[in-house]
């Protein structure tokens, strides 16, 4: 088991890794005095599978379930209210705590229901989904969509405790634990070298989902994530690092209705995207996309595939909440190397996103 600290001023808190933890729950966190409930925001799936063991390692509080929707359905104005309503139906009051089981959508959910309810009640995440336990669940973003696009209703609200239980990744169905190694990817890429070349020398004990690899691994996004919201909780600088690749995933996200590509599978796509802009811009040496590319396949993710409109992709981009006058992008200059890219033109981005075409590779790389 390993803990890693979040050093946000006045509220700092543990992220716990480990095996076999939700039955010991109440020892991992922190006291909650005055609590006497724990309302437990989760689908279906999740609550049948997981949620017996957590109430049990919550004891003594009382476990109340929330149901909500299943993906990025869960993330919705609608659903938010109807759970604020039945937490205030339940008399839940300012000292209860929040729980948010499951994926990262849940966690957002949940985390700005705990945001926004009475001005703000304790929260704690117990991520089930690799992406929820190496990103979504640190860090204190919180939000819902909107049909114009994604998280674009939130709140920064960070949680007393985080209990990332890698048991519960060997249950994840293969697409969405590979969505997951999308954001290990990203770590990997941006911001982790050592990390990139074990995963590119034998990404074999990862795949295979043994515990104590996906315990290491887990362990070093967290702390990399922890010391990058420590400088900069709210991302006005340093922390946009972390978006590496999400600007074109969450535009195709949206365009796709949430319902093509996983998170992970459209932040693969955009991290491509970014190499070959960054090659486009001549701030990356040629052969950072291939690389992109050449891991990304190891871990069983495709970066090919066809595009929506371009139009409608630079369009989804000004919807972006990075946007400042002009698109802001994450981009390499090479594998360890973040920047931030200002005022790129449009034609470059349009010039950049026809050559991810298929049929078009043939003259870019």
Do not use: W
């Amino acid at each position: 088991m390993e803990r890693v600290s979040v050093e946000i001023p006045g509220r700092a808190y543990d992220v716990v890794i480990g095996s076999g933890l939700l039955t010991r729950a109440s020892e991992l966190l922190p006291r909650l005095p005055g609590a006497e409930r724990a309302f437990v925001v989760a689908d279906a799936p999740v609550a049948e599978r997981f949620l017996p063991p957590l109430a049990e390692g919550l004891a003594p509080l009382q476990v109340v379930h929330l149901r909500a929707p299943e993906g990025e359905e869960a993330k919705s104005l609608a659903v938010m209210t109807a759970l604020q309503r039945q937490l205030a139906t339940q008399e839940a009051h300012r000292d209860d705590a929040i729980v948010a089981l499951g994926g990262g959508a849940v966690g957002d959910l949940a985390g700005f229901v705990a945001a926004t309810y009475m001005r703000g009640v304790s929260f704690v995440q117990v991520p089930t989904t690799l992406t929820a336990q190496v990103d979504a669940a640190i860090g204190g973003k919180t939000a819902v969509n909107l049909p114009e696009g994604k998280n674009l209703v939130g709140a920064f609200h960070q949680p007393v405790g985080v209990i990332a239980d890698v048991a519960t990744l060997t249950t994840l169905p293969d697409r969405e634990f590979r969505s997951g190694l999308a954001e290990v990817a990203k770590y990997a890429l941006s911001l982790d070298v050592e990390l990139l070349e074990s995963l590119e020398s034998d990404p074999s004990p990862v795949i295979d989902r043994e515990e104590a690899s996906l315990e290491a691994v887990v362990a070093r996004c967290v702390r990399t994530k922890a010391e990058i919201v420590a400088q900069d909780e709210r991302d006005g600088g340093r922390r946009l690092v972390l978006n590496y690749g999400h600007t074109l995933g969450h535009a195709l996200e949206r365009l796709e209705a949430f319902g093509g590509r996983s998170h992970g599978e459209a932040v693969a796509v955009g991290m491509v995207f970014a190499a070959r802009l960054a090659e486009m811009l001549g701030r990356a040496s040629a052969g950072l996309s291939a690389r992109h590319a050449r891991l990304l396949a190891s871990l069983g993710l495709e970066t090919d595939g066809m595009l929506p409109n371009t139009d409608e992709i630079l369009a989804a981009f000004r919807m972006d909440k990075k946007y400042r006058g002009s698109v802001r992008f994450v981009l390499l200059e090479a594998v360890g190397r973040p920047f931030v890219e200002e005022g790129v033109e449009e034609e470059v981005l349009r010039a950049c996103l026809e050559r991810m075409r298929p049929g078009a590779r043939a003259t870019g790389d």
